[in-house]
């Protein structure tokens, strides 16, 4: 089975340039969650959808950062400006509903470096 | 808002050697969830608990879902090379919402030939 697929592994832009990080969840999944890990902050949640609609934002840091889920099986998580304390490891997550929803699976991530 | 605490935050063990790892947290947890992450890699789920008491076991990793329903323990049997990597629990209260998981920060393993 296919797992959580995101692109581009690996990302390196200058500051100010449009960071675009894409996410396809695993297929039946309704739920799809935004992640960022660092070193001083470990697993951040920045963003929950339910059903493509977004839930809980929350955790986005600033109005840098919009994410879009227009259909069930895509999602983008976008940085316009990028700065470089946006360097992180992104990942995307997604889960069943029901019982089973604490469960989630994560993507291999995007490796972002804003120089 | 919910705080998990685990622990050790690193182990150097020789390969072979059991290793055990845990996690508390201030309020009641009705799920907890261990996941692995190597290096450049996601994090891996590797064991689910649901139940109070539940012990789950997939293959050489054996967890525990502690019955005060605060606490969780994850153990290594016979430790080899490629266990290495972070080990993170994680939990959700009883509003069962993913979107509430708690991650642990990380258990740093590394196993010496």
């Known amino acids: 089975d296919a797992g959580v697929i995101q692109s581009p592994r690996h990302e390196v832009t200058e500051m100010g340039q449009e960071v675009t990080l894409r996410c396809k969840p695993i297929?039946?999944?309704?739920?799809l969650f935004w992640y960022r890990q660092t070193m001083m902050r470990g697993l951040e949640l920045l963003i929950y959808?339910?059903?493509?609609?977004?839930?809980?934002d929350s955790g986005m840091p600033e109005d840098r950062f919009s994410a879009k889920m227009p259909n069930a099986s895509f999602s983008t998580l976008k940085i316009q400006p990028s700065e470089p304390r946006d360097s992180a490891v992104y990942f995307c997550?997604?889960?069943?509903?029901?019982?089973?929803?604490?469960?989630?699976?994560f993507g291999e991530g995007s490796w972002l470096t804003v120089v | 808002g919910q705080q998990l605490n685990q622990s050790p935050q690193s182990m150097f063990i020789q390969e072979g050697e059991d290793v055990s790892m845990n996690c508390t947290s201030s309020?009641?947890?009705?799920?907890w969830l261990w996941y692995k992450q190597e290096p450049g890699e996601g994090p891996v789920l590797l064991i689910a608990l649901y139940k109070a008491g539940e012990l789950t076991s997939n293959g050489r990793l054996t967890a525990q879902f502690g019955i005060t329903r605060k606490d969780s323990f994850l153990n290594i049997s016979a430790s080899i090379p490629s266990d290495v990597g972070i080990y993170f629990c994680a939990g959700t209260g009883y509003s069962g919402s993913a979107r509430q998981l708690t991650f642990g920060s990380g258990t740093q393993l590394t196993v010496l030939p």
């Open positions: 997550a997604s889960s069943l509903g029901g019982a089973l929803g604490n469960t989630i699976y």
């Open positions: 959808f339910n059903n493509n609609v977004p839930i809980d």
């Open positions: 309020s009641i947890f009705n799920t």
């Open positions: 297929s039946g999944h309704n739920s």
